[in-house]
């Protein structure tokens, strides 16, 4: 199958600053991509770019197997959802309607549901909103679109966590329904984690770490007992994190941990706990620069 | 909200729950299981992950897939699985309960009566519950 986005050697450099240095990488269809990474790690750059907001300096990039930039047939078949988007001074019921105008696959139904669900209301201006508010309305466009594919970037500015879980839960519950290619750019990690089919890690404008969430997961663990049992443990391994109190020493070592390790472990009397996603992917970054140092 | 961990594969996790409900007897041969939305809704998962996790046990043999229908427990499912979890109840359970007991100074003997007194303990338990 052809990828939904497919990026190739690509880099942004705008005066004496690299946003994004020669990355590839595709995005398959009809999965839901985590485009994880600090803030400045590229993530915005890279979707400005997917959806033609913005020109690659090298490489190429392509949706849907053509280039994005000024491509209407291509722009049409996709919704981008920013961070603190600006809307046109329109009341809510209004801004919703336009975009249904554009979006082919527009489920008014959905778009009727979130309304609701998310308590907006519809007659006021939207420069009156809260930022929540107008962060609703993000996404209240994004889902209803049912665009093939859909491009959300840390869309959730000022939104509790009840209205980010309704947010995840929807977006679960549609995409189930109806499969499209969605990526997800966001540091909230653990919270959309189980969300994620694959991730993908920009760090300084290149890809850390790109790989099916199925095969991150449990690969690292904090290993902590007796700080002799735990050295042992660990002699001559890769260490990302090391701390110790009195006589007892935790580090956190990548994996995979096999069913040897394991039972190595337990003769040791030593507790293995795996690191979360979110943890994970600050190990992978912060172990990096470690690394470095000691080199 | 059902819980899972961070170790392991979420779509073994999936997987050894629907496992479990067989055994437990929730779920019993012939029935439907719930489909891969319906799981992925209730854990808060990818549809994918769901499925990923009900293939597995198709592959096993647990469950069967009827056509436009859904997935169904198989008939002899639960045998199957009751015996591939006794294979490894001495690793998981046993192992590490005999290492236990040897740190502590626990003999064989003293392991093996106290094995029985908790035994007898339930089994009292549950029978004063029943009569009640």
């Known amino acids: ?17 690299t946003a994004l240095d020669n990355i590839s990488l595709t995005v398959e269809p009809d999965t839901v991509t985590g485009l994880l990474g600090r803030n400045g790690a590229g993530k915005t750059t ?31 078949r996709m919704v981008f959802v920013r961070e603190e988007q600006s809307y046109p001074d329109f009341r809510v019921g209004t801004a919703i ?96 984690a189980n969300l994620l089919e694959h991730v993908v890690m920009l760090d300084h404008g290149r890809v850390a770490l790109d790989a ?30 090391r701390q110790a109190v009195a006589s007892r020493a935790s580090v956190v070592v990548p994996g995979p941990f096999d069913a040897a390790a394991q039972a190595r472990a337990r003769a040791l009397h030593l507790s293995l706990e795996p690191l979360s996603l979110q943890q994970l992917l600050v ?10 140092v000691c080199a | 909200m059902p819980s899972l961990d961070e170790g392991t594969p979420l779509f073994v996790q999936i997987a050894g729950q629907l496992a479990d409900d067989i055994v437990d007897g929730q779920l019993t041969e012939g029935t439907r299981v719930p489909s891969t939305n319906e799981l992925a809704a209730f854990y808060r998962i990818n549809p994918a992950t769901a499925a990923k996790g009900i293939n597995m046990l198709v592959d096993e043999g647990v469950l069967e897939k009827r056509r436009g229908i859904g997935m169904f427990v198989a008939d002899g499912a639960r045998e199957q699985l009751l015996a591939a979890r006794r294979k490894l109840f001495a690793e998981q359970y046993v192992g590490p309960m005999v290492a236990e007991a ?3 100074g626990i003999d064989n003997d003293t392991l093996v009566s106290l094995v029985k007194e908790t035994s007898a303990n339930n089994a009292s338990a549950n029978n004063g519950g029943k009569t009640r």
């Open chain 1, 283 to 292: 190990h992978a970054s912060g172990g990096a620069a470690q690394e470095k």
């Open chain 2, 102 to 104: 040897n740190r502590l």
């Open chain 1, 97 to 192: 309607r336009v975009a249904s105008w554009f979006y082919p696959y527009w489920s008014a139904e959905l778009a009727e549901q979130l309304i609701a669900d998310f308590e907006l209301p519809l007659s006021r201006r939207i420069g009156r909103l809260s930022r929540g508010m107008r962060s609703a309305v993000g996404i209240v466009i994004g889902l209803a679109a049912r665009a093939e594919l859909t491009l959300f970037d840390e869309p959730y500015a000022g939104l509790d966590a009840v209205a980010r879980q309704l947010f995840y839960d929807r977006l679960l519950t549609d995409y189930a329904e109806h499969p499209r290619t969605i990526v997800l750019s966001t540091h909230l990690v653990d919270e959309v």
């Open chain 1, 1 to 17: 199958m052809t990828p939904t986005i497919s990026v190739a050697g690509l880099s942004r450099r705008y005066r004496g600053h």
């Open chain 1, 212 to 241: 099916p969430t199925d095969e991150i997961r449990g690969t690292a663990m904090t290993v902590s007992g007796p700080a002799t049992a735990v050295e042992e443990f660990v002699a001559g391994g890769p260490v990302w994190h």
């Open chain 1, 46 to 76: 890279l979707l400005r770019i997917i959806t033609g907001l913005e020109f690659p300096t090298d490489g190429e990039v392509t949706v849907f197997g053509a280039v994005p930039a000024e491509n209407e047939a291509v722009l049409r």
